[in-house]
């Protein structure tokens, strides 16, 4: 969604980077086309204003003119002030100390408040939850089929009645409360264009309710109008938050940019796919940083958790330092970064990524073509690629639908992968018993010892001790002849 603005924010703040000091027609230029690069992103114009004068304020104050690196020190405050008007901080989720936890959602038609009731539903049972769903839409044909559909999915159970929308949301409470559901969503009609009756019926299922939150569904697709459908919604309800839908499109970003400062509530959740999965909660100072080409790696952190066993990574490090690395874990591994998405939005999370790179359209049917493959392989070719000769390469290219060459790229590839991660491997193992072993030869070897202070300072203040000498009067009252004393004893 915030390509084209982060095209923009790179070029503009990538002039100012590299200066050691900043003129005031440098900054001029600079705020000029920061207002532009936002107004073209279709960003409430208020909102521009505000922020354009915030920062620069923050620019031609001390705080810029005091830096080492004033070119630095610009891009923080961006950072800094797109991560306020973005939200400031991820809305914290409390859940009712009496359960159920009730949400309710609000939303136009077409904004996908069914299928991100269930994705919301999803994300509750990731956090231990038990959700139930209620299906209040009667209005539109199959809402409630759809929201069942979506609910058998997730497994979460949903609730309906023919009745009407208040007694629905009504009965639907009461049976969660009986069957000891902690959470309870509720998915309501909507309508082409805001009119009283949908907010009246919204009203009513709301004071039915009693809802802990009150989320509004938006598409960001439809920019300013958005914030107007938010406006509306919140003189009604009390918004609590925003839901903001289809992330993952071309739009120009000029909803999530305006939503908190215009209506004045945080962007909840957003949602990056049509996937179930693809919903999580709104991180404003990770989208800032992906906004200014700073990538998001706590993202793909998170990610990267919830797909990765951590007793298997560990197994395939082991594998790759051993150099037993087999096209089984390769197939294992390709399986796990399948799963945190697709390849354009993994690499958008890389920091220091070139801007070439990131609008380069990345194929996932190449990795659907290397596991065809692979699959097409034998247990023991996959295991010791080395025995693949021409014949065999015919086989698996025949198998696979490719041809002999792109199995051989691959056999190639993965070859020289192998001996790349034992190298490095290896040579951080020996790195590091190098090290050791040098530490040890020279505790070994000893050396000059310094006193501290303390320790000259007794020193100087206590007598020598001396060892007593043995007489000849003293070895005379013991009994023994001078030659009888073991040489080496103290005083001899």
Same mark, same amino acid.
């Given at each position: 969604?915030?390509? #084209?603005?982060?095209?923009?924010?790179?070029?503009?703040?990538?002039?100012?980077?590299? /200066?050691?000091?900043? #003129?005031?027609?440098?900054?001029?230029?600079?705020?000029?086309?920061?207002?532009?690069?936002?107004?073209?992103?279709?960003?409430?114009?208020?909102?521009?204003?505000?922020?354009?004068?915030?920062?620069?304020?923050?620019?031609?104050?001390?705080?810029?003119?005091?830096?080492?690196?004033?070119?630095?020190?610009?891009?923080?405050?961006?950072?800094? =002030?797109?991560?306020?008007?973005?939200?400031?901080?991820?809305?914290? +989720?409390?859940?009712?100390?009496?359960?159920?936890?009730?949400?309710?959602?609000?939303?136009?038609?077409?904004?996908? %408040?069914?299928?991100?009731?269930? %994705?919301?539903?999803?994300?509750?049972?990731?956090?231990?939850?038990?959700?139930?769903?209620?299906?209040?839409?009667?209005?539109?044909?199959?809402?409630? &089929?759809?929201?069942?559909?979506?609910?058998?999915? +997730?497994?979460?159970?949903?609730?309906?009645?023919?009745?009407?929308?208040?007694?629905?949301?009504?009965?639907?409470?009461?049976?969660? /409360?009986?069957?000891?559901?902690?959470?309870?969503?509720?998915?309501?009609?909507?309508?082409?264009?805001?009119?009283?009756?949908?907010?009246?019926?919204?009203?009513?299922? #709301?004071?039915?309710?009693?809802?802990?939150?009150?989320?509004?569904?938006?598409?960001?697709?439809?920019?300013?109008?958005?914030?107007?459908?938010? =406006?509306?919604?919140?003189?009604?309800?009390?918004?609590?938050?925003?839901?903001? !839908?289809?992330?993952?499109?071309?739009?120009?970003?000029?909803?999530?940019?305006?939503? /908190?400062?215009?209506?004045?509530?945080?962007?909840?959740?957003?949602?990056?796919?049509?996937?179930?999965?693809?919903?999580?909660?709104?991180?404003?100072?990770?989208?800032?940083?992906?906004?200014?080409?700073?990538?998001?790696?706590?993202?793909?952190?998170?990610?990267?958790? =919830?797909?990765?066993?951590?007793?298997?990574?560990?197994?395939?490090?082991?594998?790759?330092?051993?150099?037993?690395?087999?096209?089984?874990?390769?197939? &294992?591994?390709?399986?796990?970064?399948?799963?945190?998405?697709?390849?354009?939005? +993994?690499?958008?999370?890389?920091?220091?990524?070139?801007?070439?790179?990131?609008?380069?359209?990345?194929?996932?049917? &190449?990795?659907?073509?290397?596991?065809?493959?692979?699959?097409?392989?034998? !247990?023991? &070719?996959?295991?010791?690629?080395?025995?693949?000769?021409?014949?065999?390469?015919?086989?698996?290219?025949?198998?696979?639908?490719?041809?002999?060459?792109?199995?051989?790229?691959?056999?190639?590839?993965?070859?020289?992968?192998?001996?790349?991660?034992?190298?490095?491997?290896?040579?951080?193992?020996? %790195?590091?018993?190098?090290?050791?072993?040098?530490?040890?030869?020279?505790?070994?070897?000893?050396?000059?010892?310094?006193?501290?202070?303390?320790?000259?300072?007794?020193?100087?203040?206590?007598?020598?001790?001396?060892?007593?000498?043995?007489?000849?009067?003293?070895?005379?009252?013991?009994?023994?002849?001078?030659?009888?004393?073991?040489?080496?004893?103290?005083?001899?």
């Amino acid at each position: 969604m915030f390509d #084209s603005l982060s095209d923009r924010f790179d070029s503009i703040l990538g002039r100012l980077r590299g /200066k050691g000091r900043l #003129s005031d027609s440098d900054v001029d230029d600079a705020m000029r086309e920061i207002r532009l690069a936002l107004l073209e992103a279709d960003v409430n114009f208020g909102v521009v204003k505000d922020f354009v004068a915030r920062v620069r304020a923050r620019t031609v104050g001390q705080e810029v003119a005091a830096s080492l690196t004033p070119g630095q020190m610009v891009v923080k405050i961006v950072n800094e =002030e797109l991560t306020a008007i973005l939200g400031g901080e991820t809305l914290a +989720i409390t859940f009712a100390p009496k359960p159920p936890t009730v949400v309710l959602m609000a939303g136009l038609q077409g904004s996908g %408040k069914t299928t991100n009731s269930a %994705k919301l539903a999803a994300w509750f049972k990731k956090q231990g939850r038990h959700p139930l769903l209620i299906g209040a839409d009667l209005q539109r044909p199959a809402a409630v &089929e759809q929201l069942q559909t979506l609910g058998a999915r +997730i497994g979460v159970p949903v609730f309906s009645d023919p009745s009407d929308p208040v007694t629905t949301a009504r009965l639907g409470l009461e049976e969660a /409360k009986r069957t000891g559901r902690d959470v309870v969503i509720c998915d309501t009609a909507g309508r082409l264009s805001i009119d009283e009756a949908l907010m009246a019926e919204i009203g009513q299922i #709301s004071d039915t309710l009693q809802p802990h939150y009150t989320f509004l569904v938006i598409d960001a697709m439809t920019g300013q109008d958005a914030v107007n459908t938010a =406006e509306a919604f919140h003189a009604t309800l009390e918004l609590d938050g925003v839901i903001l !839908t289809k992330l993952d499109g071309d739009a120009r970003g000029g909803a999530a940019l305006s939503v /908190k400062e215009v209506v004045g509530r945080p962007i909840a959740f957003a949602s990056t796919g049509e996937n179930l999965d693809e919903f999580d909660q709104f991180h404003p100072e990770r989208m800032a940083n992906r906004i200014l080409g700073m990538g998001d790696v706590l993202t793909l952190i998170e990610k990267a958790e =919830e797909v990765f066993e951590e007793e298997q990574a560990e197994e395939a490090a082991r594998r790759m330092m051993d150099g037993t690395f087999t096209f089984d874990d390769f197939l &294992e591994q390709l399986a796990a970064v399948k799963k945190m998405g697709n390849l354009n939005s +993994i690499v958008g999370m890389l920091p220091g990524v070139p801007k070439e790179l990131k609008n380069t359209n990345i194929d996932d049917g &190449e990795m659907a073509r290397v596991e065809a493959i692979v699959y097409s392989m034998t !247990t023991q &070719e996959r295991t010791h690629p080395e025995i693949i000769d021409g014949s065999r390469r015919a086989r698996i290219a025949k198998g696979s639908g490719t041809s002999p060459s792109q199995v051989s790229a691959l056999i190639k590839q993965f070859g020289e992968m192998q001996k790349m991660m034992k190298g490095v491997m290896g040579a951080s193992f020996t %790195k590091k018993k190098t090290k050791k072993n040098k530490k040890n030869r020279k505790k070994a070897k000893g050396g000059r010892v310094t006193q501290s202070k303390k320790q000259r300072a007794l020193t100087a203040s206590s007598p020598a001790l001396q060892l007593p000498e043995i007489s000849e009067d003293l070895l005379k009252q013991a009994g023994l002849d001078d030659a009888e004393v073991p040489f080496g004893l103290p005083g001899r």
